[in-house]
């Protein structure tokens, strides 16, 4: 990795823009062929990413579409991993009408899937679901296996949301048996988690937790630092809502040992990559749990951080209940 780097340093300082691209782009065979610069994203490395980025913004005009197109879809994915929603749109909207361009569509899916996850955590099921049915369309008719099980796994959770739960099983058991069959590992992890979410839905929290943990398990396996903290976060609630049913009573703070493990597991992943819609979402987690516990002190500092995330980020707080 270190020498892809050193490389892509010399040749930007050159000016030779492009060939610096195509060191970014190169695949990186020991981490199932993924692209470099979207390895270095799922490592978490999201502020070193937009400054990297940001150095090719003011050299748009003299790169060729094709990498006009990743350029503007890598900073859509790290606004959005840094919870700026609309800045996010912006870039996803520039590069969507790039890829339209292009002879090769594959690109436009995957801006299409970008963009309807941030539909998503906007709440805005119709356009998320919208983008997720485009991206569909265009993985089948690519044979795209990596597009159709995310396509799939999107689709699954904005059922999940809508309480279709059987519904959201049926695509997501989908999109796990397809992610297994291919090397992306982080993709089987997220059907994993999604099937979770949706087996919490229908209390059938064993399968839930089990789900969680396998999720939780492939994420940290492969490093995958953002799928890590959302894995723990999740896990977290699922096991803090066991233990209300279980008692159906009044709870200690070691009730809620080994959730509050897990959410601040979680929050300290948040904050050490920047990704704050999953810190402002375990934060008011946290203070639910706190506030059960009747301890307003912490109930109140956590629900003021959330509370100052989202304000910087523009995003109602209520909306954070969509991310689950």
């Given at each position: 990795m270190k020498g892809y780097l050193e490389a892509f340093h010399h040749l930007f300082e050159t000016s030779a823009w492009n060939q610096a691209l195509k060191i970014v782009t190169i695949n990186i065979m020991n981490y199932g062929n993924n692209q470099l610069h979207n390895q270095l994203f799922d490592w978490g490395y999201y502020r070193e990413i937009a400054a990297f980025y940001q150095r090719f913004l003011d050299y748009l005009e003299n790169l060729a579409p094709y990498y006009k197109t990743i350029l503007l879809y890598g900073m859509g994915k790290v606004h959005y991993a840094l919870g700026y929603l609309t800045k996010a749109i912006n870039c996803y909207q520039q590069a969507l009408e790039l890829a339209r361009t292009l002879p090769d569509n594959q690109q436009e899916g995957a801006i299409l899937n970008g963009l309807g996850l941030v539909y998503f955590s906007l709440g805005n099921y119709t356009q998320a679901i919208n983008c997720y049915e485009q991206d569909l369309a265009i993985a089948w008719k690519n044979d795209n296996r990596q597009g159709q099980a995310a396509a799939l796994n999107n689709l699954g959770l904005v059922f999940c949301k809508q309480e279709k739960f059987c519904k959201a099983i049926k695509y997501q058991k989908e999109s796990l048996r397809i992610s297994r069959q291919s090397p992306d590992h982080s993709a089987e992890g997220r059907a994993l988690g999604s099937?979770?979410?949706?087996?919490?839905?229908?209390?059938?929290?064993?399968?839930?937790?089990?789900?969680?943990q396998q999720h939780l398990t492939i994420m940290r396996r492969i490093e995958n630092r953002a799928g890590e903290a959302e894995a723990l976060c999740n896990l977290g609630i699922t096991i803090a809502t066991v233990k209300e049913v279980e008692f159906n009573q009044a709870l200690k703070t070691e009730d809620y040992s080994e959730a509050l493990k897990y959410l601040h597991e979680a929050l300290k992943i948040s904050r050490e990559i920047g990704i704050r819609l999953t810190e402002a979402?375990?934060?008011?987690?946290?203070?639910?749990i706190y506030q059960r516990l009747g301890e307003r002190n912490l109930v109140f500092k956590y629900c003021q951080q959330a509370l100052s995330i989202t304000?910087?980020?523009g995003i109602p707080l209520e909306s954070l209940k969509h991310l689950g």
């Open positions: 099937l979770a979410q949706a087996y919490s839905g229908c209390k059938k929290y064993d399968r839930a937790i089990e789900y969680h979402n375990v934060l008011l987690n946290l203070t639910v304000s910087e980020l």
